[in-house]
């Protein structure tokens, strides 16, 4: 399971520019707004929400704008009415892939996610197509300049985490979704810094993808995530950040 942190490591050179378009609150309003229609307005016994307004608070994002959106999903304020579809499929080089939106009209999703797929060399796939390859776990990234392994390990396995694994630069946590805050806190409680923090679904299994192969398996992921409805991508890859040459 480890090497996900240089996914990561991929990703968050990303996050600056991402930022300046709107597109992480665009997402983060869509995640809000369907896990209070989901589970409803209560942040504290509605486990899915108060990841999301977490997630939010870690972004900046102004309470208003985090309060409205709750307010949208539970009907007391009038708004566009988002409904989540997952897609999955094969991209470049079999790789798995597991997409996650949230849209207005479906309709329009399906068509536009199929294009995307053949445009670049993959396939669209049938429910559960890829899905059972992957799992839901809490992520974590640490990185090794923040804190002692040994630290990490004793704070993160007596908060509950499944595994804690060195990887380059980075430690990576797993834990059960069950476990995902409370080892949150826990690392906060200490002031262990966070680059990644996140509830998500991890290959049980990677293919190795080498040159033109993970080049294009990236390009086609960035191409996919600019999709509006689009909210997480998920891939079954793994490769060496020389491939692609970050």
């Excluded at 579809?85 to 470049?92: A, I, K, Q, W």
């Excluded at 049938?126 to 300049?145: A, D, H, P, Q």
């Amino acid at each position: 399971m480890s090497g996900h942190s240089k996914w990561h490591s991929i990703k968050h050179k990303k996050a600056a520019i991402d930022a300046k378009r709107g597109r992480i609150f665009t997402k983060l309003i869509k995640e809000i707004t369907v896990a209070a229609r989901i589970g409803g307005g209560d942040v504290e016994g509605n486990p899915r929400l108060r990841t999301a307004v977490l997630a939010a608070k870690e972004a900046n994002m102004p309470a208003d704008n985090i309060t409205r959106a709750i307010k949208k999903g539970t009907g007391e304020l009038e708004g566009i009415t988002f409904e989540e579809v997952t897609f999955e499929g094969y991209g470049p080089g079999g790789v798995a892939i597991l997409l996650n939106t949230v849209t207005d009209n479906k309709n329009r999703t399906l068509p536009e996610i199929r294009h995307l797929f053949a445009k670049y060399g993959g396939n669209l796939g049938e429910l559960n197509s890829v899905g059972w390859m992957f799992e839901r776990k809490g992520y974590f990234i640490v990185e090794t300049s923040a804190v002692t392994e040994d630290t990490l390990l004793e704070v993160a396995l007596e908060a509950g985490a499944d595994d804690v694994q060195r990887d380059g630069d980075n430690f990576e946590i797993f834990t059960s979704p069950e476990q995902f805050e409370a080892v949150l806190e826990a690392l906060k409680s200490r002031k262990i810094a966070t680059v990644v923090a996140e509830l998500k679904m991890l290959p049980k299994t990677t293919v190795r993808t080498e040159g033109q192969t993970a080049r294009k398996v990236m390009n086609f992921i960035e191409v996919l995530e600019e999709h509006e409805d689009v909210q997480n991508v998920w891939a079954n890859c793994d490769f060496d950040e020389s491939e692609l040459g970050a």
